[in-house]
């Protein structure tokens, strides 16, 4: 409930009123401060011992004098003339007449050589941009250099070893074929008879499609939906039977 506040010359104001002190509470003091205060006091006390105490005033007579920091040549010594020119490298010898001078070896620039010898030929450029941007026709891609490798023309070895696996799987299948088929168990159709039996799967799916041509938009009854899905089934496995028919020249049927 909060305080009510009369005005100043208001009757209340005369019953005295009791003070409620409140108490603070206690001062936080850290239990490190005499540990703090003490390595503080040690590194402020370790500052004043730093370098000499007293240090030595230069000597008056030790001035700087003139000339004294520019640098000193080393005194040149006198040595006699036998001394000075001899040589302790000897040249060669003289060669003698009947010696043969080296031969392919030049010591001078051949100016007949360099001037007679082929013009070096520019290379093979090309420009590709209008600000004159070149490149060598080599690294352009425009110069077919595959045709100049050694393998060129040649199948890889990859494809050899597939057209093998291939030709002995081939060669595998045959054999079990002519194997079950010298035994009886299975019997190869002729030409004639897979065309027979492939005009007859036509014939029979042409008449299946006429009779599903017939049939009525509206499939409102649980008969005329049942014989709807049933001629769509009978169709679907025509096709199938006819595109198989056609895609395999050799056609084998078990006797069983």
């Known amino acids: 409930m909060s305080e009510v506040i009369y005005p100043q010359e208001s009757v209340y104001n005369l019953i005295p009123k009791e003070r409620v002190q409140t108490q603070k509470p206690q001062r936080y003091m850290s239990k490190f401060r005499p540990s703090v205060v003490l390595e503080k006091k040690l590194t402020k006390d370790a500052m004043k011992t730093m370098g000499p105490p007293k240090v030595e005033g230069p000597s008056p007579e030790k001035y700087l004098k003139k000339h004294s920091k520019e640098p000193k040549l080393p005194e040149k010594k006198q040595c006699p003339k036998e001394v000075c020119n001899t040589c302790s490298m000897k040249k060669p010898a003289v060669p003698a007449r009947t010696e043969n001078p080296p031969m392919g070896i030049y010591t001078k620039r051949d100016f007949i050589k360099t001037n007679t010898a082929m013009p070096m030929k520019p290379q093979p450029t090309c420009v590709d941009t209008n600000k004159g ?81 017939g ?40 006797n069983n």
Request: charged residues 40%.
């Open 133 to 213: 941007h070149k490149e060598r026709l080599g690294n352009s891609g425009l110069v077919p250099k595959y045709i100049k490798k050694r393998d060129y023309g040649e199948v890889p070895e990859y494809l050899l070893q597939r057209n093998a696996d291939e030709q002995r799987a081939k060669e595998e299948y045959d054999k079990f074929v002519r194997e079950q088929t010298d035994q009886g168990a299975m019997k190869h159709l002729s030409d004639e008879e897979r065309h027979a039996i492939l005009e007859r799967l036509k014939s029979n799916w042409d008449k299946l499609h006429h009779e599903y041509q």
């Open 215 to 254: 049939l009525s938009l509206v499939t409102d009854t649980l008969s005329k939906k049942a014989h709807k899905e049933r001629l769509e089934v009978a169709m679907k496995q025509l096709e199938n039977d006819i595109n198989l028919f056609e895609r395999f020249k050799t056609v084998f049927l078990s």
